[in-house]
């Protein structure tokens, strides 16, 4: 191909005319504005909103039967009544006198929130003649609500079970024309509204015009996978605000929804911390110095090669010091525990008596990832300890599937990192062969910081335990396979071990 000389400058140089040219529109352009939101102040769910719900919009809740609409309704009118918000909640489906029974059990009281007209709850009685009859019209209703929303200079709407009220139409094509109509009273009365809606089989071809009205929408979902029920809420639209669009975990509890997402579960890596003496001396030696707090450690090794025994000498030797230690134990309870650690020459009842030491059984099957997570920091908030040991990592999967244990450990080690607390994991590998290397079929053995392989070895007609630190960081740790002992006085450093 012949070159014109010249040719490449030429192009370049109307590129750049182009490019300096002032495009139509320029003088329109101004800085970009934030979308006004009113925080729900439900735990976890403004990080995933980005700050909260759409002010003065609609937002649509849906779900199937037992997800929490009806509960995230009231928190929402609850939590923005305590922050200065006036509400109105209207049930298409439940009595004023459930609804209020139904808040206490939350611990609610939403006789006394109406009594100080910061709420309106209503629960009409709709006329199922007229209906029929084709004379029911959805303005005599938005009267009502304009007549409550002055009387109480009401801020947020929550309209309960919405699909209710679409059913009463006897067309598809007059529900959603009455829906419009719901829709544009709204945005003229500028309040921020929140309509909740069953999820069900023909949701999608009947009510799909909700989702596309709304500027937010949110889907709550109530899962079983081997028999363990699990909650998902999952932001699936949010016009002119960005926002995160996986699904996170929620749990119910006595005082309201949590949200539990992984957004907020930034790298909080604190700098590098002191080092902490296992209250081992040649243990000390093996690990460099010993571990750093605030950091993760990770023992691994088959049945029977003193995971929970090593795991209790260091919380042992934290409580002398007047530390405390949270003990979570999947497998044994706190009984069987204390008689199998007095065997090897721990006292743990004076440590727990002295309160530097809890331990707390728990039972994998019992619940859902999400709860069993809610519970552990609740116990965390309560307790404040300085150590948490997870005994063992390898039982996490009976809480409902491998992803399920992974998330869960994720988490919990983002919220140990984040209050500076020391975590010790124990997993019981499958394998016992020394030379594999397997310290963890979870994932998350990149994380920790420190990994410490506990196995067999044989030595003519002896069987051996060996100890071997796979990694510590910021540590100059030993690389060797060391032999050690479980005596009457608890573990004992003998010397490197046959390979």
């Not at 939101?37 to 403004?46: A, E, N, Q, S």
């Not at 500028?190 to 709304?214: Q, R, S, W």
């Not at 016992?432 to 030595?459: C, H, M, P, Q, W």
């Amino acid at each position: 191909m012949r070159r014109h000389k010249g040719a490449l400058p030429t192009a370049f140089g109307c590129l750049e005319k182009f490019m300096n040219k002032k495009r139509e529109g320029d003088n329109f352009r101004v800085k970009p504005q934030l979308l006004p939101k009113v925080p729900t102040k439900i735990k976890g769910l403004d990080e995933v909103l980005n700050g909260g719900l759409p002010e003065g919009r609609l937002t649509i809740v849906s779900g199937g039967p037992g997800a929490g609409k009806t509960i995230f309704g009231l928190e929402l009118l609850v939590r923005g009544i305590e922050a200065g918000n006036p509400a109105v909640f209207i049930s298409f489906e439940e009595s004023g006198k459930a609804m209020r029974q139904n808040a206490l059990s939350m611990g609610w009281d939403l006789s006394k929130i109406e009594k100080n007209d910061k709420l309106a709850l209503i629960t009409p009685e709709i006329d199922f003649d007229a209906v029929s009859s084709g004379e029911f019209h959805i303005d005599g209703l938005c009267a009502i609500l304009e007549g409550q929303a002055r009387r109480i200079n009401a801020k947020i709407i929550v309209i309960d079970a919405v699909d209710m009220l679409m059913r009463l139409y006897n067309t598809p094509e007059r529900a959603r024309s009455q829906f419009v109509t719901l829709n544009r009273w709204l945005v003229k009365q500028n309040l921020t509204a929140v309509m909740t809606v069953k999820e069900t089989e023909d949701a999608h071809t009947v009510y799909d015009y909700l989702d596309f009205m709304a500027d937010c929408v949110i889907k709550l979902d109530q899962r079983v996978h081997e028999q363990v029920t699990t909650r998902r809420l999952h932001v699936t639209k949010y016009r002119g605000s960005d926002f995160s669009n996986r699904e996170h975990p929620f749990v119910i509890t006595r005082q309201g929804i949590v949200v539990m997402p992984l957004t907020s579960l930034d790298l909080v890596q604190q700098s590098i911390g002191k080092l902490i003496s296992s209250s081992n001396e040649k243990l000390d030696v093996v690990l460099g110095g010993g571990f750093r707090k605030g950091s993760s450690v990770l023992i691994s090794g088959p049945s029977g090669s003193g995971k929970t025994t090593l795991a209790f000498m260091l919380s042992e030797g934290a409580a002398k010091r007047g530390e405390r230690v949270l003990y979570l134990n999947f497998e044994q309870s706190e009984l069987s525990l204390s008689s199998e650690m007095k065997s090897v020459g721990f006292d743990l009842q004076s440590q727990i008596e002295n309160g530097n030491l809890r331990i707390v059984p728990v039972m994998p099957e019992s619940m859902g990832m999400e709860e069993h997570l809610y519970s552990i920091i609740f116990k965390i908030e309560d307790y404040k300890p300085d150590h948490i040991v997870l005994d063992a990592i390898s039982a996490t999967d009976r809480i409902g599937s491998s992803q399920a244990a992974l998330d869960f450990l994720i988490r919990l080690y983002h919220v140990a990192k984040k209050r500076n607390i020391t975590c010790i994991y124990t997993n019981q590998t499958i394998s016992s062969k020394k030379d594999e290397l397997i310290i963890s079929g979870v994932g998350i053995s990149s994380l920790v910081d420190t990994a410490i392989l506990l196995n067999y070895f044989r030595d003519n007609d002896r069987i051996g335990r060996s100890v071997l630190v796979l990694k510590s960081r910021g540590t100059r740790h030993s690389d060797r396979y060391h032999e050690f002992r479980i005596t009457d006085e608890g573990i004992v450093i003998v010397d490197s071990a046959n390979n």
